[in-house]
């Protein structure tokens, strides 16, 4: 089983919708991040956390340290928030977590218009 | 403020040469991270450097090595190279590689033929 597993794994939605993707993980961590790819590879960071909520534009992201549980919303979703979402951690692990994230395999999202 | 800056962006190597990668990070970071992305394993954790030491490594075999110099820029190299090396090879910065942000460069496209 993967320390860090993420759903769904393909989301097709219309522009204007509400979407929710959701990241679990096994292991304890000092930080969970929410990256965004788009086609041709480039990562941009959307969200640190370690707990509690942030929200950036129609991004919101919560985490639940607790249940290990952490989700990313998107509020009235375009065609451009296409790309993949990774969900990654931070080990709480000394030495060994030492500038590495662990990775989940990623919920690619299409919104059509 | 510059973002995280890798080179070269694509590369077409033949089996048993070696390449180097750079990595730019964003002035004021001392730590990189290296990680190497492929479709059937995601994104994998290479090594990090911080203030020119390697203090973290990943699973993966000797052939790939990696220098980080007094700027705080890095470089990876793999030497004999494998078909299996084809990847996008990622390299993200921190301010300290703990607790702190990560900011990814746009990414290597490596093809080995």
């Known amino acids: 089983k993967n320390e860090v597993e993420q759903s769904p794994q393909n989301l097709t939605a219309q522009e204007g919708e509400f979407i929710t993707i959701n990241c679990s993980y096994s292991?304890?961590?000092?930080?969970l991040h929410w990256l965004q790819q788009h086609p041709g590879g480039g990562i941009v960071s959307l969200f640190m956390?370690?707990?509690g909520k942030k929200k950036h534009g129609r991004l919101i992201a919560t985490i639940n340290i607790q249940e290990k549980h952490s989700s990313l919303h998107i509020t009235a979703s375009h065609p451009r928030d296409s790309a993949v979402y990774i969900c990654a951690v931070s080990l709480n692990a000394g030495g060994t977590s030492y500038g590495k994230l662990t990775f989940g395999q990623g919920t690619i999202l299409t919104v059509h218009p | 403020k510059a973002g995280v800056t890798q080179t070269p962006r694509y590369l077409i190597k033949t089996r048993g040469q070696q390449v180097t990668l750079s990595c730019s990070p964003i002035s004021g970071h001392r730590s990189v991270s290296w990680y190497q992305q492929t479709p059937g394993q995601g994104l994998q954790f290479l090594f990090e450097?911080?203030?020119?030491?390697?203090?973290n490594k990943g699973n993966f075999p000797g052939r790939f090595s990696g220098r980080q110099f007094s700027n705080s820029r890095s470089e990876m190299n793999v030497s004999t190279l494998e078909l299996g090396d084809s990847a996008l090879y990622l390299c993200?910065?921190?301010?300290?590689?703990?607790?702190?942000?990560?900011?990814f460069g746009q990414g290597t496209r490596l093809t080995v033929v």
């Open positions: 956390l370690s707990s």
């Open positions: 450097y911080f203030s020119e030491t390697q203090r």
């Open positions: 292991v304890g961590i000092s930080a």
């Open positions: 993200a910065s921190s301010l300290t590689g703990t607790h702190t942000e990560a900011f």
